[in-house]
């Protein structure tokens, strides 16, 4: 909560059922693009999914009781979300959660704030998310991407240039109950994390497409997210489970 800001905590928090608000054009963008891929990703990426992601938060940070089924089911209707022109409308008391997208969305404005500034080789690690230009007097920057077993080291190092690196994995927020591992990266279907694989890690030019892409891909299962990757151009993907998967392209990186 900030004074005078109209941010997601307003939305969610402050602004009374059936009650509408003028928000940033911005804060428009990355709801719309997240509308946008819903569709786009089968309903795994749902950014009105923030009234289930509130309760599994909770129980990540309390690591007491698994949440029950009657605290689960509750409102996540992407059609629930009311936006035209930048004026936003309270429904059902609908929640947005735009972990999946905000991040890079923001990496993306940085970057391109900076070429617009004639400043074309740098560096922008938001934590999971790393955007680089051109490198400065050599071929590539390096970037490293952490072993999700050990996330104190780094367990490949990638020749970058130009591109994002955007992670996903159940290493940062997380519970574990009965030898099972509960992150913070649920499925809007089954309601529940999932535990496909251990991290994701995506390579591609525009910062907010890696971002979305490497929460998708970490909800699908690991053949189907190789599927998907090996037919997009100008992607390409790592996948940390018991063993290590590589997209078809992924090798011009190492």
Known sequence: SYNNVINIYYLNEKLPDNEEVEIDPRLSDIINLGIEYYDKTNGLLNIAAGNLTEVWKEFINTCEKLPSNE???????I????LENNIYKKQNNIKLDLGAIAKGYTTELVGKYLEDNNIHSYIINAGGNVKV???????????????????????IKLNINNKSVV???DYQRYCTMDNINYNHIINPKTLF??????SVTVITKDSK?????????FLLPIDDGLEYVNNLDDVEAIWYSDEIYYSNGFDKYE
């Open 71 to 77: 605290e689960l089911n509750t409102n996540i209707n």
């Open 79 to 82: 059609k629930d979300i009311n």
């Open 133 to 155: 230009g051109k490198a400065y007097k050599k071929e590539y920057y390096k970037v490293g991407i952490v072993d999700p077993l050990n996330p104190s080291d780094i367990c």
């Open 167 to 169: 992670t996903s994995g």
């Open 193 to 198: 994390p999932d535990n496909y694989t251990k």
């Open 209 to 217: 497409k890696a971002d979305i892409l490497s929460t998708y891909l």
